[in-house]
T-cell receptor, first 112, second 116 residues
Framework: DAGVIQSPRHEVTEMGQEVTLRCKPISGHDYLFWYRQTMMRGLELLIYFNNNVPIDDSGMPEDRFSAKMPNASFSTLKIQPSEPRDSAVYFC??????????FGPGTRLTVT | AQSVTQLGSHVSVSEGALVLLRCNYSSSVPPYLFWYVQYPNQGLQLLLKYTTGATLVKGINGFEAEFKKSETSFHLTKPSAHMSDAAEYFCAVTRGSGGSNYKLTFGKGTLLTVNP
């Protein structure tokens, strides 16, 4: 299995621009999670999906963040407009059971 | 609510020495416990997990951890460190059976360095 695939691996953008991060979960996994990792706050759960349906988005920082999962093999996390404080590594994880999560390699986002 | 405390943000050992990374948790319900490893510029990889049953769990790369309910601990050990073990290690907890066990609470991580 290829594991969780994320793209791009690195993204550098200017403040105010729209950023879209992409994730392909492991085939057959019913759960998908988006996390953000920073030095200050560690790993934070942003949102998770079960069978393509958003279940808990309480970790999404504000309305500038949105996530979708149009089908079982694809999800996006969008930031519009981006701000420098959004700079972080964003991880996608998928799971066959909610608690056993398999992480992708992450997208390192830098907003200047 | 759950919480995780990893004692020591940085642990340094010599190659061949015992590795001991400490994790204490707080949970109002029986927990599920995990150790993840993160190599530089990579995602987190599941090392091992405890859900139910045997309290000593073995994981990949020769690591093991023991769930001690009385001490609320889940320390990670490896008898002999290898240079390739250098990475950051995260302990995580979630509630056990009974629903809502998707929300992993992570510790702040312990950076392990291995000296030749």
């Amino acid at each position: 299995d290829a594991g969780v695939i994320q793209s791009p691996r690195h993204e550098v953008t200017e403040m105010g621009q729209e950023v879209t991060l992409r994730c392909k979960p492991i085939s057959g996994h019913d759960y998908l999670f988006w996390y953000r990792q920073t030095m200050m706050r560690g790993l934070e759960l942003l949102i998770y999906f079960n069978n393509n349906v958003p279940i808990d988005d309480s970790g999404m920082p504000e309305d500038r963040f949105s996530a979708k999962m149009p089908n079982a093999s694809f999800s996006t996390l969008k930031i519009q407009p981006s701000e420098p404080r959004d700079s972080a590594v964003y991880f996608c994880a998928s799971s066959p059971r909610a608690y056993e999560q398999y992480f992708g390699p992450g997208t390192r986002l830098t907003v200047t | 609510a759950q919480s995780v405390t990893q004692l020591g943000s940085h642990v340094s050992v010599s190659e061949g020495a015992l590795v001991l990374l400490r994790c204490n948790y707080s949970s109002s319900v029986p927990p599920y416990l995990f150790w993840y490893v993160q190599y530089p510029n990579q995602g987190l990889q599941l090392l091992l997990k405890y859900t139910t049953g045997a309290t000593l769990v073995k994981g990949i790369n020769g690591f093991e951890a023991e769930f001690k309910k009385s001490e609320t601990s889940f320390h990670l050990t490896k008898p002999s460190a290898h240079m390739s073990d250098a990475a950051e290690y995260f302990c995580a907890v979630t509630r056990g059976s009974g629903g809502s066990n998707y929300k992993l609470t992570f510790g702040k991580g312990t950076l392990l360095t291995v000296n030749p």
